[in-house]
């Protein structure tokens, strides 16, 4: 059997080589969406639009240990989404915050951030100061998904007219896609037509390389590859992955 395991190991690897290689270039092959003629297209009026920014708050941005370059890029992006959105009449913004317990067991994963009650779970400023900010619904969450334990599944049952979801913010392949996946599989369970739309730049995750990860004795994570698995992984799911909004 040892004499087979190079030859299967071989094969694997070109089959991944090859998906590789169509995930590159399906990434590149993302289109531009006109929101306005989306909408118009759709039958969708700014009341049924809701825009979901996700975690962006002090914490992933500006301070404390998990705050980053990256993340802290997606603030100009995102910012420009909500002014959009709300200069074409969406009232609607709904804000999954990690707000945690000061004994969140996520902790034992990700380490301690955004606790309740310190600056790292609040809203960034250069959001938190738009017009747009006074229709923020802070949805505060204990763990990486936006429904558990959280007001998000009564919002969403009390706005039924709600049927296009902008989907924006961090981290991709973690608290990006459980938002966008409850918000796409709820919508299927009830057989609700939605549309659940996630654009690329207003998105992204964490970096950690394997050999920093190797020596402070965490799991590496490999921010551009599973940025990419990840929205593939959504779009398999229904979601539509768009280069941008404009």
């Known amino acids: 059997m040892s004499t087979l395991m190079p030859e299967r190991t071989r094969a694997q690897n070109l089959s991944s080589d090859a998906f590789l290689e169509y995930l590159a270039d399906w990434h590149a092959a993302l289109e531009t969406l006109d929101l306005a003629a989306d909408w118009s297209a759709n039958g969708v009026a700014a009341q049924n639009v809701a825009v979901f920014v996700v975690d962006m708050v002090n914490g992933f941005c500006h301070e404390g240990p998990l705050a980053g370059d990256r993340v802290n890029a997606l603030i100009a992006p995102v910012r420009d989404v909500i002014e959009r959105a ?8 709904l804000l999954p915050q990690d707000t945690h317990r000061p004994d969140a067991l996520e902790f034992a994963q990700f380490g301690p951030h955004c606790i309740e009650g310190q600056s790292e779970s609040k809203t960034v400023p250069e959001l938190a100061a738009l017009p747009a900010a ?35 913010g961090d981290c991709t392949d973690l608290c990006v896609y459980q938002t966008a996946m409850h918000l796409r599989l709820t919508a299927n369970a009830a057989q609700r037509d939605c549309q659940v739309v996630v654009p690329e730049n207003c998105v992204q995750t964490y970096d950690l390389p394997v050999s920093v990860a190797q020596t402070i004795g965490v ?12 929205l593939y992984s959504m779009a398999l799911n229904g979601i539509r992955i768009v280069k941008e909004v404009i």
């Open 86 to 93: 709300y200069a074409r009449g969406v009232r609607h913004f």
């Open 219 to 230: 799991m590496p994570h490999d921010g551009d590859l599973l940025h990419l698995v990840f």
């Open 134 to 168: 006074e229709h923020f619904t802070i949805v505060a969450k204990n763990s990486l998904h936006p429904a558990y334990g959280t007001v998000l599944q009564d919002w969403l049952e009390q706005h039924a007219e709600v049927r296009y979801f902008l989907v924006i």
